[in-house]
Every structure is written in structure tokens, then in C-alpha cells.
């Protein structure tokens, strides 16, 4: 039994060994996936429309400035997706992303339209916001990765 164990916990070891050497790459496909999901949220606000987007999101939360925020945004999301995916000012975009999450996951869903976390029905809850949030403050915490523009920059050690 003790022999047994012994593989187990050499098989996790050197397991765990190879994956850590892995984590410039996983950095690299979080950046990238989150990214791209929040460029295409972007392009989304941008095709439904700021003015819209301002009638029917923002206004009903009773936000101040919804004209402002309707252009803000969706520029944000577009413009911090395109530098997380390459790595240039990552932590900035991470920080502004995460910023958002806060608001748009404790703000809007929790408070202004009581959701909750799974949402009516188990959808439209702030879940997805909170998985995000987690997301960019991995990315803010630990940086770009090997892979990044910042790194050719030496804006990263």
C-alpha cells in the first residue's frame, strides 16, 4: 500500500513540476481568451448601439453620465481585450477590467437589479463578473508572462 502511494505522489510531483513550467503559457491563454471575450462584448455594445446600450443598460441603473459611459465602455472593453491579448500594458488593462467586474458584478447585478450570483433561473447572475474579476486579478498580480509585448518593452521584469 505504502509502495502504491509512493507512485501516486511521484506521478503528482513530476506532474506538477512540468505544468508549473507551463504557467508563462496558461498566462498567455488567459490573456488571450479573456481578451477576445471582451472585445467581442465591445463590438457587441457598439453594434446594439451606445445610444441604446445607454436606454436600456445603463439608465436603468440609474448611473449619472449613461451619454459618457455609453462611448466609455465599450471602448475600454475593446481597447484593454486588444492589449491584454498582446501583452502591452497588461496590468493596466487587467486593473481597468477588474474595476469594471467590481462594478458591473456588486453594483449593477447585486444591488441595482438584485440577481444574485446564479441569477433568476440560474442565469444572468453576476457569476460570470466574478469569474472575470478573479481572472484580471490574476493577470494584475502576476503579470504578463513570458510571452508579451511588455516583456520586449522591459516594462516587465
Not at 8 to 17: P, Q, V
Amino acid at each position: 500500500m505504502l509502495r502504491l502511494s509512493q507512485r501516486a505522489s511521484d506521478l503528482y510531483e513530476g506532474t506538477a513540476r512540468r505544468l508549473t513550467g507551463m504557467s508563462g503559457i496558461a498566462l498567455l491563454i488567459l490573456r488571450a481568451v479573456t481578451g477576445w471575450l471582451f472585445i467581442l462584448h465591445a463590438l457587441f455594445k457598439f453594434q446594439l448601439g451606445t445610444a441604446a446600450f445607454a436606454n436600456f443598460v445603463l439608465k436603468p441603473a440609474h448611473l449619472p453620465l449613461t451619454g459618457l459611459l455609453s462611448e466609455l465602455v465599450p471602448t475600454l472593453e475593446l481597447v484593454a481585450g486588444i492589449l491584454l491579448i498582446v501583452g502591452l500594458l497588461t496590468r493596466l488593462a487587467a486593473a481597468l477590467l477588474a474595476m469594471e467586474m467590481v462594478f458591473t458584478g456588486f453594483v449593477y447585478k447585486l444591488v441595482d437589479f438584485h440577481t444574485g450570483i446564479l441569477g433568476p433561473h440560474g442565469a444572468g447572475g453576476a457569476e460570470l463578473d466574478f469569474l472575470y474579476l478573479a481572472a484580471f486579478l490574476l493577470i494584475l498580480i502576476t503579470g504578463p508572462g513570458p510571452v508579451a509585448v511588455d516583456r520586449l518593452l522591459r516594462l516587465e521584469p
